[in-house]
């Protein structure tokens, strides 16, 4: 762990440039370019809220923040998993020829998704006052949660994308996980859906607890309760603990299998 | 740690590839393993007990065949694979030309290229976007520095990539059958720079199948052959043995 922190403050340069490297490359080549970072969620944003607040009805009212609320992590925390999945093996050819620490490319996948993310919540930061939902100070809580989602999405990312090494039917199989998280995952719906007797069940799922924390400080103008942030962070400790572990003790090889 | 003035050592190296034969690198593979079902891997020794010191200021030469195991050898001193057995030392810092353009990416301009090659090979921002005009001017490539390096000729991006390796200033660069590329004014420029490089006290692992290069530049050769030092010394002799066990297996081929 100490050495996870110190090649990351290391490499933190180069970690730096590999993330603008691949938003760069993921832009390119588009009229927009960078633009699209900030377009890609405002036009989802407007699509949502016509969908809701026209077609689809529900009896939450500002669906539209109470769903991007929570979906926008889960969109960083989704794709930093399907693009850091792939990271030491699509990154193969360098790794046979310099040699340099692999964690960069899982934090760089991770820190390019982050960049995507904080761009993302201006557009959301337009809608709250465009829809007459009141901009709680709730929000300056949201670094919070952030640290923690990040700190998760780390863990899982380092696992994932050292088990991709070996093999790569993982990178499959991360995609068939993510799409049923999604939905066991209470973001367009609400916990309390749930009958009070099976909420136990939905509070296995270990991202259920950083989630809840974006949505009471942006939604709903409300801070978690201390258990459910203790929680948060342990599930986040746990996994990079674990995810890292993983990790380092196969890094070495990988080359050998890239 | 090895004795003073010594730039590299290697002691008692081996390197121990798993050979898969018909890969499959999937599930399927792991469950052939539950299933105990015959393994098809064999172990291959690309390196096998290899010792020997570089002096401080040397330039020493690798030779032997295709797939002698010279450049596994070069790939365990840049830190790529970490030796199956024994150990490696590398006094002060090292530059890895283990492929020239190793990780240039094609659609970074050549400028982008040079920071990100730079802190690959561990160098910060600040010394790279020091040296950033040495680099450019030493390349030759002008105004195109700020264009992606996949409009560059192939002449153009060996001449970035060859720069930004030496002008980052290594103790020790590691060449890996580079210097065959390039017009013949741009080579002579590379060999002046290594020389220069010797000069400052440099180390140098050269890996060529020019004969006349090796000759030319080397203080020392090896000479490789199936993973072991097969023979060790000054140029001249080690080439000559090079070449008549080369003439040999050619007249006894026949």
Redesign the interface.
Known sequence: MIELVRDTYR?R??IW??AL?EL??RY?RSVLGFMWALLNPALLMLVLTLVFSTIMRFAIPHYAIFLLSVLLPWTFFSQSLSYAVESIVSNG????????PKLVFPMAAIVSNLINLFLSLIPLALLVPAMRHPFYWTWFYLPVPLLALTIFTLGMTFFFAAANVY???VSHILQVVLSAWFYVTPIIYSLDFIPPNHRWIFKLNPIIYVINGFRLAVYYGALPKAPSIIASFACAFISLFIGFAIFSKYQ?DF??YV | MPANGIAIRVENVTQRFRVIHERHDTVRELFSKLFRQRSSYSDFEAVKNVSFDVPKGQMIGLIGRNGSGKSTLLKIIAGVYRPTVGKVHVTGSLAPLIELGAGFHHELTGRENILLNGLLMGYSKAEMLEREQRIIDFAEIGDFIDTPVKQYSSGMYMRLAFSVATEVDPDVLLIDEILAVGDAGFQQKCFDRLRSFKQAGKTIAFVSHSMDQVEQHCDRVLLIDKGSILAAGLPHEVIEAYQSSMGLEVVGAH
């Open positions: 490499y340069e180069l440039a590999l490297k760069k490359i390119k050819d360098l790794i046979k020829k310099v040699s340099v093999y790569r039917d070495n080359v050998f």
